[in-house]
């Protein structure tokens, strides 16, 4: 369903969408969604899931979308999929993850509207 970005395109994805990715580093890297930011990892740890995120959000995808989106990049590139979660924290980590999507969405309609961007 989704195509992991090579080096090349998310390089150009970076620049396509310079602000709004300057502007959504930060939240990515506060979610942190395995914690390799916290633990020293570098600021553009998570850019291949940032590029694609803009991406969604650019195409107006639902919160349900975006969710799909970050359950998948989660198993499919950092293997930390529901599966990988022990049962007594499984509502905890979907919890997380559909309100970070929400949380999002919010985000970007707010911020579309601050910059005179909506269509």
């Not at 509502?91 to 969405?105: A, P, T």
Request: charged share 25%.
């Amino acid at each position: 369903m989704w195509v992991h970005p090579s080096n090349t395109q998310i390089k150009m994805l970076k620049k396509k969408f310079n602000k709004l990715y300057t502007q959504l580093l930060p939240i990515i890297n506060t979610w942190d969604p395995i914690g390799l930011v916290g633990g020293g990892a570098p600021d553009d740890e998570y850019d291949c899931i940032t590029v694609q995120l803009i991406t969604l959000l650019e195409q107006g995808k639902s919160q349900n979308d975006i969710y799909e989106f970050v359950i998948h990049e989660l198993d499919d590139h950092f293997s930390m999929g529901i599966d990988s979660i022990p049962n007594d924290y499984r509502e905890q980590f979907i919890k997380k993850h559909k309100e970070f999507s929400s949380d999002l969405i919010d985000w970007y309609i707010s911020y579309k509207g601050n910059t005179g961007e909506i269509d």
